[in-house]
């Protein structure tokens, strides 16, 4: 992911107002929460709900859904482990420039890959980058099954699935653990907490 681009003669442009200006602007810290974790595991039903509750409390905040992101952005991959690469470099960068302009942007990717995660981390400043491990147990994304993938992924009908057919490499630290097995209020306002938004 820190490979050089092939165009040449390119040079970086530098703006007079800095990201922590951007910040300043909005009246908050800006950062990226990356939601990392299994199919099912509730993910972007969390996402969006922080979302909300930043919205509430008048933090600029943005969700980015991996299968948003897959129609359109990220549309021409699949998920072989070279496209599943590819597909969180470009959602990185994507998130480093939400995160520069002053916002707290959230993603929701199951990013199975602990290389691909770091290397996003790797992009932004110190302590901008927050990593929530949604460690849900696979026997309950399973049972939850929302869009019918397990089933069909134990059918043999998915090949490379998360979890079944496919790695996944949990987080060793991340900023934060959440299983949506408890409420998901409870999930929200542990990572409101760590956010240093609080839930009042």
Same mark, same amino acid.
């Given at each position: 992911?820190?490979?050089?681009?092939?165009?040449?003669?390119?040079?970086?442009?530098?703006?007079?107002?800095?990201?922590?200006?951007?910040?300043?602007?909005?009246?908050?810290?800006?950062?990226?929460?990356?939601?990392?974790?299994?199919?099912?595991?509730?993910?972007?039903?969390?996402?969006?709900? *922080?979302? +909300? /509750?930043?919205?509430?409390? &008048?933090?600029? $905040?943005?969700?980015?859904? =991996?299968?948003?992101?897959? !129609?359109?952005?990220?549309?021409?991959?699949?998920?072989?482990?070279?496209?599943?690469?590819?597909?969180?470099?470009?959602?990185?960068?994507?998130?480093?420039?939400?995160?520069?302009?002053?916002?707290?942007?959230?993603?929701?990717?199951?990013?199975?890959?602990?290389?691909?995660?770091?290397?996003?981390?790797?992009?932004?400043?110190?302590?901008?980058?927050?990593?929530?491990?949604?460690?849900?147990?696979?026997? *309950?994304? +399973? /049972?939850?099954?929302?869009? &019918?993938?397990? $089933?069909?992924?134990?059918? =043999?009908?998915?090949?490379? !699935?998360?979890?079944?057919?496919?790695?996944?490499?949990?987080?060793?630290?991340?900023?934060?653990?959440?299983?949506?097995?408890?409420?998901?209020?409870?999930?929200?306002?542990?990572?409101?907490?760590?956010?240093?938004?609080?839930?009042?």
């Amino acid at each position: 992911m820190a490979d050089e681009p092939v165009s040449q003669n390119i040079v970086r442009a530098e703006g007079r107002v800095s990201g922590s200006d951007r910040a300043q602007n909005f009246g908050h810290e800006s950062k990226t929460v990356w939601f990392t974790g299994l199919s099912g595991s509730g993910k972007s039903t969390l996402a969006f709900a *922080v979302e +909300e /509750a930043l919205i509430e409390r &008048g933090v600029a $905040a943005y969700v980015l859904d =991996g299968d948003n992101i897959r !129609f359109g952005l990220n549309r021409d991959l699949g998920f072989a482990p070279e496209d599943r690469t590819e597909n969180i470099r470009r959602i990185g960068e994507v998130c480093r420039l939400f995160q520069d302009a002053g916002l707290i942007v959230l993603t929701a990717f199951v990013s199975p890959y602990r290389a691909d995660r770091d290397a996003v981390r790797a992009l932004h400043p110190d302590g901008a980058f927050c990593e929530v491990f949604v460690d849900t147990p696979l026997e *309950v994304c +399973e /049972a939850r099954d929302v869009k &019918g993938l397990y $089933a069909k992924a134990r059918a =043999g009908e998915i090949p490379e !699935f998360t979890g079944i057919s496919a790695p996944y490499e949990p987080p060793e630290e991340p900023e934060i653990r959440v299983d949506t097995s408890r409420p998901l209020e409870t999930c929200v306002a542990d990572i409101l907490d760590t956010l240093g938004v609080g839930t009042s």
